[in-house]
């Protein structure tokens, strides 16, 4: 079979280490592999740049880097398999390059989501990763916002370019692409699968101590940016303890606050009282409502890869108009406290310093909040876990929050049931506000319970172990000289052997055996994800008891890390 992996961004070695393990397997396995780098094709600007903290106009010297970087990277991967090794630069020609900045600059504004080329819908698909820089829930577009739009048709149109003499010289079966909603990729996986080859989405886990221990790899036009494990869910019953253990580390890294990945201060612990810093009464039961950047989704949506259902509600038209809805509903319950958590990243964050533009609409939407109603604002710097140890129910849209309250046993209630991301069984959803407000009284009821922890774990083993790839993770060079006192001298020996270091990593094996051959079904038959792989290789369910206790252990463990004491009224 014929496989080719378009891998143009080898300075974010994080990223194209794992992937390589891929290219590696299928060349070991006997497939005719094409290994496809950048060679500095986009010198203006690119998201390698873009990963490095680059802006279009900075100076040319600092792009300079990111390409030579990434050049570097790119040889010894290359060097690491016996895959044929092609370099984007090479199938680009100066014509091209004119031909792109002809049609860019002919565009207006207005017009750049109807922009196509070669049958291929260029501006809408280089709209994904403008939409997240800028956090956008609209299409209309500030005039520094054009300038990059611009940039990111322009890359497009030279990658499509250089991809479809690539394409039709090597003729691939199979193309697989790390990312492929950004548009440099997405234009490609589009013209592979409209040419008839199967296209694959390759991503790190989205569990935060897994994110380069493990792949996510799926077809592309089968799934999009929907998680796959939504569908097998009543599959669930295979879960074994081992994929409820590997979990462990997730809720690890979020409690912590230190990943990337999670927005959330990190737990202060029991010594903050959620009730005496928000002045709530005693005897109030609270209900947190938990908000979710837009951005991400709406980005999804508009390039294809997300259904309407996850992104128009007919519930509520908006998170505002929930929002304003459920205040208004509650605001009269003396009974009731409730505490709304908008989303850290829609403020300037640890990873972004962007203000998305749905944030100013939550600033006017809280002014004159009733008695019963607190805001809880980013700048406080209060843990999600420290709110989660003392609320009772917890409302919101989509948020994977709604998943990590559940696996501290706290009902979770969310509007409607396509918007989110995990099963409607382990949480209280519907498809009407009359349902929506009754879950909240049903919620309120139910209380703290195993059975919600039980849904929450079973759905992440499903999600996070069952779901992915293991890999042996990447030997972090910024880890290997910790025991260096001075900083000068630990950066100096990381510069020293931080090739020597890339090299003898390139040349690890995949990982465990199982996984492996997992992936190879998976490519050589062209299946659309790895749980379809599974359903050929008969697997017995685990033995209930075992892995409910080890559900048990885990959620123990959770629930400890936050301060959490209070026993489950159902915990058998």
């Known amino acids: 079979m014929k496989v080719l992996f378009y891998s143009l961004n080898a300075a974010i070695w994080l990223h194209a280490l794992p992937e390589n393990r891929l290219v590696r397997e299928l060349c070991d396995a006997g497939h005719e592999v094409t290994y496809v780098t950048c060679g500095s094709c986009f010198p203006q600007h690119c998201t390698s740049m873009s990963a490095s903290g680059i802006e279009l106009d900075d100076a040319q010297e600092k792009k300079n880097a990111v390409c030579l970087a990434c050049n570097r990277n790119a040889s010894i991967l290359a060097q690491s398999s016996a895959a044929n090794h092609l370099e984007l ?23 750049y989501l109807d922009f196509e080329f070669m049958g291929i819908s260029v501006g809408r698909l280089a709209s994904y990763e403008l939409f997240l820089k800028y956090k956008k829930m609209s299409p209309n577009l500030a005039p520094e916002q054009w300038e990059y739009c611009k940039l990111y048709i322009k890359n497009c149109l030279i990658s499509l370019l250089g991809f479809s003499r690539l394409f039709r010289a090597k003729k691939p079966d199979v193309v697989l692409f790390y990312s492929p909603q950004y548009g440099v990729n997405g234009v490609c996986a589009q013209l592979a699968e409209n040419e008839g080859s199967a296209a694959y989405f390759v991503e790190g886990s989205s569990s935060n101590s897994e994110r380069y221990r493990a792949l996510r790899v799926w077809r592309w036009s089968v799934h999009g940016l929907v998680n796959p494990a939504l569908q097998y869910w009543p599959e669930a019953e295979t879960i074994d303890a081992d994929d409820i253990r590997r979990l462990r580390g997730h809720f690890r890294e979020l409690v912590s606050g230190k990943s990337f990945a999670v927005y959330s201060s990190p737990v202060a612990g029991s010594g903050v009282s959620l009730r005496a810093k928000l002045d709530i009464p005693v005897g109030a039961k609270i209900l947190l409502m938990t908000l979710s950047s837009f951005d991400e989704a709406y980005a999804a949506h508009m390039i294809g890869r997300f259904p309407d259902r996850k992104v128009i509600s007919a519930v509520f038209k908006d998170q505002f108009e929930w929002v304003k809805s459920t205040i208004d509903y509650l605001a009269a319950r003396d009974d009731l406290f409730v505490v709304v958590r908008v989303h850290p990243r829609d403020f300037p964050n640890k990873r972004e310093v962007t203000q998305s533009e749905q944030a100013s609409v939550w600033t006017n939407l809280f002014v004159g909040a009733p008695a019963n109603v607190r805001i809880n604002w980013p700048e406080e710097q209060l843990s999600l876990y420290d ?3 003392e609320v009772d129910v917890v409302l919101t849209g989509w948020s994977a929050t709604g998943v990590e309250a559940l696996a501290l046993g706290i009902p979770v209630v969310t509007y409607d049931v396509h918007l989110p991301s995990y099963p409607r069984e382990i949480h209280f959803s519907g498809k009407s506000q009359a349902e929506y407000y009754a879950n909240i009284e049903r919620a309120l009821a139910a209380g703290r319970q195993f059975s919600h922890a039980a849904g929450a774990f079973r759905w992440l083993g499903l999600s996070f172990s069952r779901g992915t790839l293991r890999i042996t993770p990447p030997i972090r060079i910024e880890r290997v000289f910790r025991f260096l006192v001075f900083r000068n001298v630990r950066a100096l020996a990381d510069k020293m052997f931080n090739g020597l270091v890339k090299r003898i990593d390139a040349q690890r094996k995949f990982g465990p055996p199982g996984d492996a051959e997992r992936f190879r079904q998976l490519i050589s ?6 749980f379809e792989v599974d359903r050929t290789t008969q697997r017995w369910p685990a033995d209930a008891a075992t892995v409910t206790r080890a559900i048990e252990v885990e959620h123990g463990k959770f629930a400890a890390a936050i301060g959490l004491r209070t026993a489950l009224t159902d915990a058998r």
């Open 89 to 111: 630069r090479d199938f680009v020609t100066d014509e091209d390059y004119a031909m792109a900045a002809r049609l860019v600059e002919a565009l207006s504004a207005p017009q």
């Open 387 to 389: 709110l989660l140890r």
């Open 525 to 530: 038959r062209r299946t659309s994800d790895v």
